[in-house]
């Protein structure tokens, strides 16, 4: 074996970084390596080994304390966590979910959990999410990611070969890639534009003016983006929609824009309901600033905008299995026929309505507040640093918990490595054709952890 196979199959806590390591090592390789694309977001690139998770304190949870809330994640606390933006760590009361309902599984698959428990248990999920968003259960449909909800959505709305997408330059790969197929397969329009030339300079006026330019008389959909990865912009989501709003009163009903937010970056990180955004479908993870169980997501779509969408994937649905053994097309709930079926990891699924509890247990805004105020902490250290570059906006209206940043005369790569390798700080470049240093201050992270960052950012001047 290699060395870097050795790594990558021990069971070594340092297990993500050579796996980080070997992927980019892969992607170096590659075509992709050469646009700068992935390559960043996947990585992390770092050296040395984390020591091993502490235990979380589950016995003793109180969630007025931000150190008891750190407590339940068996994070290792060498390092400071700035990467809400990828992939959870478990809280205790998730884990402890998770097991319970893997236990049952794998004591007699066949049995537990499956049939009419696992439709009382998505149903549970669909509830907590409900509540959390202030929307109705029926009108989620439950994933495993993100990209699965971009995909889904994007590749079953009821469009036509010449109707226009209005999407920009600043997406994710999840939402380009999805409307690349949809153009591909029945000659769906896709139109990119520049929603800002400096995001720290944009403002809300500007960017929903760029968007509702780009409107024409042939556009049925907007797909964009609540929190940009790419710059940590945050795109003012109501005011887009309401501009959306006016446009559509003067249209009939099949040709009313709908307005597609990847809400990953919001949900979670700010104090908002499905109400607040007014958009129509709203595609997101559950296993980045929820830290829900990896693996787990949602999509949700008002009525109106369910109406517009076919399945893509059979669900695993009463309705759906009803309307197979009858001979009739599924009538239902949309949000149950929406949701992709098969067998899932029904523990990791059954396990989210465990981590909208914890987090309701601290208070959405509480959660909300903490990430904003760790994230403008950081934002105003940023700023008086000389070679530092902040390309996310300050303002509470245009960012949320996503900080990007430059450093002169540094690479992103080069800047993240110091920081993993010289001040035990987790942090990661974006993956994208220009990439940016970019922090995730959370729930995990802390004030002081926030002051390491600044200090460390100051060493590399
Ligand atoms: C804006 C955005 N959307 C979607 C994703 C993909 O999320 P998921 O892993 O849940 O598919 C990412 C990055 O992980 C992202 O930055």
Redesign the pocket.
Known sequence: MTDQSTRAASHDPGDATADSLDRRTLLRGSALAGAGVLAA?CSTAQAGTPSPAAKPDSARFNPRSWESVRAQFPLTRRYAHFSA???ASHPAPVSAAIGHFRDGLDSFPQQYGLGMDDFRRSDDVRKALAGYIGAKAEDIALTD????G?GLVYGGLDLKAGDEVVTTEH??Y??HESLRLRAQADGVVVRTIKLYDDPAKASAGQLVARLRAAITSKTRVVAV?W???STGLKLPVKQVAAAIAEINQRREDEERILLCV?G??GFAAEDVTMQDLGCDFFM??T??WLFGPRGT?FVWGRAEAWARFRPVVPSFSMPAFTGWLTGQPPTGAPGDLATPGGYHSFEHRWALAKAVEFHQAIGKARVAARTRSQSDQLKDGLAKLKHVRLITPRSAELSAGIICCTVDGLTPEQVVQQLFAEHHISAAET?YRESFVRFGPSIVTDPQEVERVIRAMATLG
Not at 145 to 148: F, G, I
């Open positions: 977001g933006f990828m992939l990611s993100t990209t699965m971009i997406e994710f999840s939402t983006t929190v940009y990865s990847d990953v970056h997101t993870a296993h980045k997501g993956p």
